[in-house]
C-alpha cells in the first residue's frame, strides 16, 4: 500500500506499478477534474501540483507520488465557494469547452505563487505549458492577471 | 500498452546499481520518467524492473564546488532554472532548460534522464558539450568520469555498461570569465529543437580567448563539437570573435554537421542553419562577456 | 411570416452573462465522454488496419475470445448489412464490411472486463488481409485506373458557381496572375479525446457520448441497425473542442455492436493517438486559380478549380465555398469544386471548410492582382468584395432530395413568404465597414509601406502588416434542419430542448438568452437540455453555424409560440380581454402594454392556476415554432476583416505575430464574451493553420506520422499576442434571432490569408502554408 496525500486528505492506495500519476488520482480516487488528454506531457490537461510546483500527472508513476502533498482542482474551490483564481477565469472567460481548463487553473495557482504580480508577458509565457485547442488564448492570459489582482486585494 | 513491470526503490546509490547489476538489462532506471513513460506505453522499452530513483538522496544538487559546476543527475530541469543565478554558465543553461517542453514537465525531467535518454535533439547536450563538461559514472566497480561527447555512443545510446548510473554532471575550470550560449530553431514556444547550436568561451586575463567550445545538435546521431571553429577562436580577442570569426566558425559548423531529414526539418534546412545558429552563439557569448549580454 | 420583428431595447440579448455552465468547468466538475460511467459497464477496445487497402480474408477471434476477461469480439460478420450516413451525407456504409481502407481503419473490437484485457485481446485476433492496391496521393485517386476506395467510386461530382463569362473576363484583364496551392490537411487535434458508451437493453438502445450533433447520431443508430429511432437515446455529454471532429463517428457504432453483442452497457474510450490519426481530419486541398484585374482594380476573372481529398469514408460532394460570395464584386467567375476519396485516414468537414483553403488561396490571387494595380489590400477589398443586398453568386445548392431551394421556395404561400430577404442576395453585413474601422483602428493606411514592403527592419527580424477577410455560411438547408422546443413550467421557470453540440462554443447559454428574451423572463429562469434525443425534437445539431442563426432563429420561434399562448389564457382569465396582443411579458411579470392599465399577474402564478385546474389538462405550455424560416443558404453570411503584424527572421526562418485585430460582424451580439471567444478562437486555428500545422503521412502506407501534440504543433499562448483585440460590427439580419448571425467559420478563414500578407510584406515573397521555418528559408533560397 502507498500513501498519497491529496487535498489536504490521506489515502491508502494499492498503486501498481506502471500505474500512473493521473489514473490513480481518476481511477482510484474518483478525482475526474484531473483531465487526461495527449498523455504525453504536451497540453497540460493534467496538471496537478506536487509539494506545489505544477507537474504534467500522466507522465509520473503514482508511486513516485508517495508522501508528497498533492493538489488537484477538486482542491481549489469548490462550487459554491471559488478560489478567486476560478472567479477570474469565469469573469474573463478564460475557456471554451473547459476540457483543459483544471490544467490551466492548476498551472496559474503555481506561477502566482512564485510570481504574484506578473507582466502581461510573464504571464502568456507561463501559460504555454497547457494547450488550449480552441484558441481562449488572450482570454486566458487576462484571466491569470485578474486573478493575481484578486489574490493580491 | 506494454506489461506491467515490478517497481523498484533504491534509497541509495549503491543499491541503485547493486539493483541494475543484478537484473541486467531487463532493468530500468526511472528519473523523473518523462521520456521513460512515454516509451514505455509505446512499447519502445519494455523491461521487468523499474528502478525508481526519485528517493536516492544527494543526488538532485546544483553547485559549485571550487571551480567545478556539478549538477546531479536527478536535478530537473526546472531546478536548472531555478538556479540559474548561480554562476553565469548556469545562467545558459537554465535560458536552455526554459526552452525544454513545459513547466509542468521541466519539474518532473531530470538533468540525468535527459542525457541518458540520447537524443540527438537533446536541448542540454550542446551547452554541455560546449562547456566541456564531463559525466560521472557510477558503476559496479566504482567510479569513472568521462567526457560528455563520449558519454553518447549514438541516438538513444550512452557509454552506459551494464549497470552503471550517471550520477553527476561535472563542468571543470569555469572560474574566470566565461561565458555559453544556446540557440536554437523552433516551431512553436514549446518544441522539441529542430536545429541547434552552443557556444562557449573563456578569456584569459589579457581579454583573449584561451578556451573556446561550439557544439551543434540535431544534426547528427550524437551531439557534434565543430573543432575546427573552437581553434579559430582560441587566441582571438572578442572583436575578432564577432568579427569574421564567427562567419567563419559558421562555414565549420556546415561542414561538421551529419543531418537527416525527417518530419521536423530537411537536412539541408539543418545543415543551413547551424552555420547561422553558432554565429549568434559565439555573438551572444561576446555580447556577455563584454557586459552586454 | 418567417422574419420577426425586432424589440427597441434588449434586456438578456446582448448581455455579457458568463457561460451557463462556467462554474463546472472551473471546478473541473464537467463530464465529458471520457468521464463518463454507467453502473456494470465493461470496456472495448478497437483492432485496426495496419495496412492502407485490403479485403479481410479470414479473421480468427478465438484465441482472443478465450482470454480471461473478454466478453465478446465483433467483427464485420457481425455487422447489419444496412448503411448509415452521416452529417452532410457523408456515406459511411456499413459499421465494419470487411474491407480496410486507411491504415487506423476499424476492423474489429473487443469487450472485455477491463481496457488492459481489451487491448490485450487485440492482439490475439489474427487477421488475414487480401492486400488491395491503394491510392495515396489525390491527383492520382482521379485518373481512370487508379485503385478505387470505395464501392461509388473515387470522384465526387462537381459543383460548379458560374457567373459572366470567362473569355469575356480574359479579354477584359490588364493582368492575369496565376497560382497552384496544396494545403496539407489540418488535424482537429482536440483536446479532450473522446469515448462512447452504449447499453443495448433489450429492445432499447442509449448511448452516451460527446457529440455536436445528437440526432445526427441518433438517426445513424437507426440507420446502422435497422431500428425505430424510438428506440434509440442518445445522451450527447459536452466535448472537448470539436470543430467538426465529433459529429457521428463510425467508433461509436462500434460500441454499440459491442453493446448489442454481448448485452452490458461497453465502453470505448479513444486515445490521443486514435483521435489523431484515426478518426477524421482536415481534406488535403488543392487550389489552381486564375485571376485577372483591370487596371482600376476590378477584378475582371475569377477561375478556379479546387479538389479535395475524401480519405477513406468522407463523402465531400455538393460543395459550396463562401469565397466566391465574399469576392462576388468579380465581373465573370468560375469556381469547380470536387471530391475525390484516398487510402488515407476519413476527412470531414472541419471549421471553415473550403473557406480557410480555397478562400485562402483566392485572397493570395487578389492580393497579387492588387500589387499588379498598385493598389492597398484594404481598398482593393473593398472595391471588390460583396456588398449588402448584392446578388450572391452561389446560386443553387444542387439537386436534394426535396427539390431546387427555388422549387421549394415558390411552392410556399406568400404569407408564409412575407417579409422575407429577396432569394440569393445577401440579406445584411459585409466586410465594408469591418474593413473601414479596423483599419482606422490598426492604423493601417499610416502603416501600409507598399507591397512587399517591411513595415521595419532590425537586423534579421523583418516586420510586416497584413489583412485578410473571410466569410462562410450562417446554417445550411436540407441537411441542417432543425427545431426546438419551449416549454413553460408551472413555476414560471423555462425549459428549451435544443439538439445542439456542448463543445465549447456556447451555445446553450446563447440559445437560452434568446428564449429568455422572446418570453420576457429572466435568464436565470430558462434551463436548457441539448444532449437528450429522447426530450429534444431532432435537429442536425450544431454545424456549419446552424446555432445560432437557424436553431436560435427556431428557439424564438418556439418562444414565441408559448408566448402567444400565455397571454391568450392571461388575456381572457386576468385582464378580461380577448386581445392577447395588447399585453407583455417583463421580468415574469405579464401586464398590459398600456401604461394607464396597472393590472399585472405573474407568469408563476398564471401558470399555477392554469396547472391546477385539472379539468384543462394543460399542465405546461409548449411553444414550437409554427412558421417556415427562409432558407438561409440564400441570404446569410458571416463576416471577418483581420489586421496583424508580423516579425519574420530571415536568417531562420521563425514568424512571430506581433499583434491582432479581428473585426467580426455576425449581426447582433447574443452574448459579447460568447462571440469575442469564437472570433479570436477561429483565428488562432486560422493562425495555427498558417504557421505549423499539417499532417505528415507516410509516403509508403498512408499512416499519419505526426500523431501527437510532440510533432503536431499548435499554438499556445506565447504564440499569439495576449493583447489581440475583437471588434464588432452588428449589421443586424432580418432573420436571424434579434438580428443574429453565425460566427465560428469567418474568423478562421480570415487569419490565414492576414498573416500570409504580412509574411509576404515583411519579407518581399510569398510563402505557402505552413509557414515553417523552413518553409520560409525555402522562399527567401528560391526568389
Not at chain 1, 20 to 34: A, K, Q, T
Not at chain 2, 172 to 192: C, E, L
Not at chain 3, 151 to 160: A, C, I, L, M, P
Not at chain 3, 249 to 262: E, G, Q, S, V
Request: glycine share 10%; hydrophobic share 40%; charged share 25%.
Amino acid at each position: 500500500m502507498y500513501k498519497l496525500n491529496v487535498n489536504g486528505t490521506s489515502y491508502e492506495i494499492d498503486i501498481t506499478a506502471s500505474e500512473s500519476l493521473s489514473d490513480v488520482l481518476r481511477d482510484r480516487l474518483g478525482l475526474l477534474g484531473v483531465k487526461v488528454s495527449c498523455g504525453e506531457g504536451e497540453c497540460g490537461s493534467c496538471t496537478v501540483l506536487v509539494d506545489g510546483k505544477p507537474e504534467t500527472s500522466c507522465l509520473k508513476l503514482g508511486r513516485q507520488a508517495e508522501g508528497q502533498e498533492i493538489t488537484t482542482i477538486e482542491g481549489m474551490g469548490t462550487y459554491d465557494d471559488l478560489h478567486p483564481i476560478q472567479e477570474a477565469y469565469i469573469e474573463e472567460q478564460g475557456f471554451q469547452c473547459g476540457f483543459c481548463t483544471p490544467g490551466f487553473i492548476m498551472a496559474t495557482k503555481a506561477f502566482l505563487d512564485s510570481n504574484p504580480n506578473p507582466t502581461e508577458e510573464e504571464a502568456s509565457e507561463a501559460m504555454s505549458g497547457n494547450i488550449c485547442r480552441c484558441g481562449a488564448h488572450p482570454y486566458i492570459v487576462k484571466s491569470v492577471l485578474k486573478a493575481a489582482e484578486k489574490i493580491r486585494g | 500498452m506494454a506489461n506491467n513491470f515490478e517497481y523498484l526503490r533504491p534509497t541509495t546509490m549503491g543499491e541503485a546499481v547493486d539493483m541494475k547489476s543484478s537484473h541486467g538489462a531487463r532493468a530500468q532506471f526511472w528519473a523523473g520518467g518523462t521520456d521513460m513513460m512515454l516509451q514505455w506505453k509505446a512499447g519502445i522499452t519494455d523491461f521487468d524492473y523499474c528502478i525508481d530513483l526519485t528517493y536516492v538522496p544527494d543526488l538532485d544538487q546544483i553547485a559549485l564546488d571550487g571551480d567545478q559546476l556539478r549538477i546531479g543527475a536527478m536535478a530537473t530541469l526546472d531546478d536548472l532554472d531555478l538556479q540559474s543565478g548561480l554562476h553565469p554558465l548556469t545562467e545558459a543553461l537554465g535560458e536552455t532548460a526554459r526552452m525544454m517542453c513545459t513547466k509542468q514537465t521541466r519539474t518532473l525531467a531530470t538533468i540525468g534522464g535527459n542525457l541518458c535518454n540520447a537524443s540527438p535533439s537533446a536541448d542540454l547536450s550542446p551547452p554541455l558539450a560546449a562547456m566541456g563538461a564531463q559525466a560521472r559514472i557510477l558503476g559496479p566497480d566504482g567510479e569513472r568520469t568521462i567526457p560528455l561527447t563520449e558519454f553518447f555512443t549514438g541516438v538513444r545510446k550512452t557509454a552506459l555498461a551494464d549497470g552503471e548510473m550517471l550520477t553527476e554532471i561535472v563542468v571543470p575550470d569555469v572560474g574566470g570569465d566565461v561565458a555559453a550560449s544556446y540557440n536554437r530553431v523552433a516551431r512553436t514556444v514549446v518544441d522539441i529543437a529542430l536545429v541547434s547550436s552552443a557556444a562557449f568561451i573563456k578569456l584569459d586575463s589579457s581579454g583573449k580567448i584561451t578556451k573556446a567550445g561550439v557544439a551543434l545538435g540535431a544534426v547528427a546521431p550524437t551531439v557534434v563539437r565543430v573543432n575546427k571553429a573552437e581553434d579559430l577562436l582560441i587566441g582571438c580577442s572578442l572583436k575578432e570573435a564577432a568579427n569574421g570569426v564567427a562567419n567563419k566558425a559558421g562555414e565549420h559548423a556546415i561542414a561538421t554537421a551529419n543531418a537527416i531529414t525527417d518530419i521536423r526539418a530537411s537536412k539541408e534546412y539543418r545543415t543551413d542553419m547551424t552555420s547561422v545558429l553558432t554565429q549568434r552563439a559565439i555573438g551572444r557569448c561576446v555580447a556577455i562577456l563584454e557586459g552586454n549580454g | 411570416m418567417g422574419v420577426h420583428h425586432m424589440p427597441k431595447k434588449l434586456k438578456v440579448v446582448g448581455k455579457d452573462v458568463p457561460v451557463l455552465d462556467a462554474r463546472e468547468k472551473v471546478t473541473g466538475a464537467l463530464e465529458y465522454g471520457v468521464d463518463y460511467a454507467v453502473p456494470k459497464m465493461v470496456h472495448g477496445k478497437i483492432l485496426r488496419s495496419t495496412i492502407p487497402h485490403g479485403r479481410i480474408k479470414s479473421i480468427d477471434s478465438s484465441k482472443a475470445e478465450a482470454l480471461p476477461g473478454v466478453l465478446g469480439v465483433v467483427t464485420h460478420e457481425d455487422s447489419p448489412d444496412l448503411d448509415w450516413i452521416g452529417v452532410w451525407d457523408n456515406y459511411r456504409g456499413k459499421v465494419l464490411d470487411g474491407i480496410a481502407r486507411f491504415v487506423g481503419d476499424e476492423v474489429a473490437a473487443v469487450a472485455a472486463t477491463t481496457e488492459k484485457i481489451a487491448e490485450q485481446a487485440l492482439a490475439l485476433i489474427e487477421v488475414e488481409y487480401e492486400v488491395l492496391p491503394a491510392v495515396l496521393d489525390v491527383r492520382k485517386a482521379l485518373l481512370d485506373d487508379a485503385p478505387q476506395v470505395r464501392e461509388e467510386g473515387n470522384v465526387r461530382d462537381e459543383y460548379r458557381v458560374v457567373w459572366g463569362d470567362g473569355k469575356t473576363g480574359e479579354d477584359e484583364s490588364d493582368h492575369i496572375v496565376e497560382l497552384e496551392i496544396q494545403f496539407k490537411a489540418q488535424n482537429y487535434a482536440g483536446i479532450g479525446r473522446n469515448a462512447c458508451i452504449c447499453d443495448w437493453n433489450g429492445e432499447k438502445v442509449t448511448m452516451w457520448t460527446s457529440s455536436q450533433t445528437p440526432s445526427e447520431l441518433q438517426s445513424g443508430i437507426h440507420q446502422a441497425f435497422g431500428i425505430p429511432m424510438s428506440s434509440v437515446r442518445v445522451v450527447a455529454l459536452p466535448s472537448g473542442c470539436s470543430f467538426g471532429l465529433w459529429w457521428s463517428n463510425n467508433f461509436m457504432m462500434l460500441t454499440a455492436m459491442l453493446a448489442k453483442k454481448i448485452r452490458k452497457p461497453v465502453k470505448i474510450e479513444l486515445t490521443s493517438q486514435e483521435c489523431m490519426a484515426a478518426v477524421k481530419r482536415r481534406h488535403i486541398e488543392i487550389t489552381t486559380g486564375r485571376m485577372g484585374v483591370s487596371n482600376d482594380g476590378q477584378i475582371t476573372l475569377a477561375d478556379f478549380s479546387h479538389l479535395m481529398d475524401n480519405g477513406a469514408y468522407g463523402f465531400k460532394t455538393d460543395v459550396y465555398f463562401f469565397c466566391c460570395d465574399l469576392w462576388g464584386g468579380a465581373k465573370n467567375g468560375d469556381y469547380r469544386v470536387r471530391g475525390v476519396s484516398t487510402n488515407l485516414v476519413t476527412s470531414g468537414c472541419m471549421r471553415a471548410v473550403g473557406d480557410i483553403t480555397m478562400g485562402l488561396a483566392v485572397e493570395r490571387l487578389a492580393d497579387m492582382c492588387a500589387e499588379k494595380v498598385n493598389i492597398d489590400p484594404v481598398d482593393f477589398r473593398m472595391k471588390n468584395q460583396i456588398k449588402s443586398g448584392q446578388q450572391l453568386r452561389m446560386q443553387e445548392p444542387r439537386q436534394h432530395m426535396k427539390g431546387t431551394l427555388t422549387e421549394y421556395v415558390d411552392k410556399l404561400t406568400d404569407v408564409q413568404k412575407e417579409g422575407w430577404p429577396e432569394m440569393f442576395h445577401l440579406s445584411s453585413g459585409s466586410t465594408h465597414e469591418l474593413l473601414r474601422q479596423g483599419a482606422e483602428k490598426f492604423r493601417f493606411k499610416e502603416r501600409w509601406k507598399g507591397w512587399g514592403k517591411p513595415s521595419s527592419v532590425n537586423g534579421s527580424k523583418h516586420r510586416g502588416i497584413g489583412v485578410g477577410t473571410g466569410a462562410h455560411c450562417c446554417g445550411v438547408e436540407f441537411g441542417g434542419n432543425t427545431s426546438s422546443v419551449v416549454r413553460v413550467n408551472h413555476d414560471g421557470s423555462v425549459n428549451v430542448f435544443s439538439s445542439c453540440g456542448r463543445q465549447g462554443q456556447g451555445s446553450e447559454t446563447t440559445l437560452s438568452q434568446v428564449a429568455a428574451e422572446e418570453l420576457g423572463v429572466s435568464l436565470d429562469m430558462v434551463n436548457i437540455v441539448t444532449g437528450d434525443t429522447d426530450a429534444m425534437p431532432w435537429s442536425s445539431g450544431s454545424s456549419a453555424s446552424t446555432t445560432m442563426f437557424r436553431t436560435g432563429w427556431a428557439t424564438r420561434a418556439a418562444a414565441k409560440d408559448a408566448k402567444k399562448q400565455i397571454l391568450r389564457i392571461a388575456a381572457i382569465e386576468y385582464f378580461d380581454s380577448d386581445d392577447p396582443e395588447t399585453l407583455d411579458i417583463q421580468d415574469g411579470i405579464i401586464r398590459s402594454q398600456n401604461p394607464e392599465d396597472n393590472r399585472n399577474v405573474s407568469l408563476e402564478e398564471m401558470m399555477n392556476v392554469l396547472c391546477s385546474d385539472s379539468l384543462a389538462q394543460t399542465t405546461v405550455i409548449t411553444g414550437r415554432p409554427d412558421e417556415v424560416m427562409p432558407p438561409t443558404i440564400a441570404f446569410a453570411r458571416q463576416w471577418a476583416a483581420q489586421f496583424t503584424e508580423v516579425e519574420v527572421d530571415v536568417e531562420t526562418g521563425e514568424i512571430r505575430i506581433l499583434e491582432f485585430l479581428a473585426g467580426q460582424d455576425s449581426g447582433t451580439v447574443v452574448n459579447p464574451k460568447v462571440l469575442k471567444n469564437q472570433v479570436i478562437g477561429g483565428a488562432i486555428c486560422g493562425a495555427g493553420f498558417a504557421l505549423y500545422e499539417g499532417i505528415e503521412f507516410d509516403e509508403n502506407d498512408g499512416r499519419v506520422l505526426n500523431d501527437g501534440l510532440l510533432d503536431y504543433k499548435l499554438l499556445r499562448t506565447g504564440d499569439f499576442p495576449s493583447d489581440a483585440e475583437v471588434f464588432f460590427v452588428e449589421s443586424p439580419d432580418p432573420v436571424g434571432p434579434f438580428g443574429a448571425r453565425g460566427a465560428g467559420e469567418s474568423p478562421a478563414a480570415a487569419a490565414a490569408p492576414a498573416i500570409c500578407q504580412a509574411v509576404y510584406n515583411a519579407i518581399g515573397v510569398w510563402v505557402d502554408v505552413p509557414m515553417t521555418p523552413e518553409a520560409v528559408i525555402r522562399a527567401l533560397n528560391e526568389r
